[in-house]
T-cell receptor
Framework: EDKVVQSPLSLVVHEGDTVTLNCSYEVTNFRSLLWYKQEKKAPTFLFMLTSSGIEKKSGRLSSILDKKELSSILNITATQTGDSAIYLC??????????FGKGTRLHILP | EPEVTQTPSHQVTQMGQEVILRCVPISNHLYFYWYRQILGQKVEFLVS????????KSEIFDDQFSVERPDGSNFTLKIRSTKLEDSAMYFC??????????????FGQGTRLTVV
């Protein structure tokens, strides 16, 4: 059965800290891995990763995929209170199905 | 910036009633999805739709669910006879189909369905 596992489930850090969120997957016919940020309602797209070892960056956020280890990390440097959210990892597998992990709930203390 | 829009934002319905959740995907997108998120739980895939037919569906998407693209812009999810456990946030998403590949999905703001 296809699955996506994220860790940790919950993380509380102080503003300015750097955090690393993990995602591992077992998905048939992997096509891409996606990171989303969910605040109040709908998830908003962050990154799409298809190739191993190529880092994607957007401001203080970066992400990289390791296809050999079947995993990805999402890094956030110099965290701010506005980064508090649930971060969702999702993997596109066969037949265009997207499978989500349970998410990591990140809380940034001022 | 183009976005996926969903209506209504919140609907309360009695058990056994039919509901239709509406979505307007981004205009040049060709793949459409419905997901749901029961309060406090993970986002779950329901169904994907391409070329006017269901591309893939999960085990959650049983006979009480149906999807339709009644015109060129709307994409609807119908729940025929709602149950209490259908209470959830329902998200619509759409994506491009480009060079034989589905691109990243963009989500609407969701419809909160409460079944009483």
């Amino acid at each position: 059965e296809d699955k996506v596992v994220q860790s940790p489930l919950s993380l509380v850090v102080h503003e300015g800290d750097t955090v690393t969120l993990n995602c591992s997957y077992e998905v048939t016919n992997f096509r891409s891995l996606l990171w989303y940020k969910q605040e109040k309602k709908a998830p908003t797209f962050l990154f799409m990763l298809t190739s191993s070892g190529i880092e994607k960056k957007s401001g203080r956020l970066s992400s990289i995929l390791d296809k050999k280890e079947l995993s990805s990390i999402l890094n956030i440097t110099a965290t701010q209170t506005g980064d508090s959210a649930i971060y969702l990892c999702a993997v596109e597998g066969r037949d265009d199905k997207i499978i989500f992990g349970k998410g990591t709930r990140l809380h940034i203390l001022p | 910036e183009p976005e996926v829009t969903q209506t209504p934002s919140h609907q309360v319905t009695q058990m056994g009633q039919e509901v239709i959740l509406r979505c307007v995907p981004i205009s040049n997108h060709l793949y459409f999805y419905w997901y749901r998120q029961i309060l406090g739980q993970k986002v779950e895939f329901l169904v994907s739709f391409y070329n006017n037919e269901i591309s893939e569906k999960s085990e959650i998407f049983d006979d009480q669910f149906s999807v339709e693209r009644p015109d060129g812009s709307n994409f609807t999810l119908k729940i025929r006879s709602t149950k209490l456990e259908d209470s959830a946030m329902y998200f619509c998403a759409s994506s491009l189909y480009r060079d034989g590949k589905v691109t990243e999905a963009f989500f609407g703001q969701g419809t909160r369905l409460t079944v009483v």
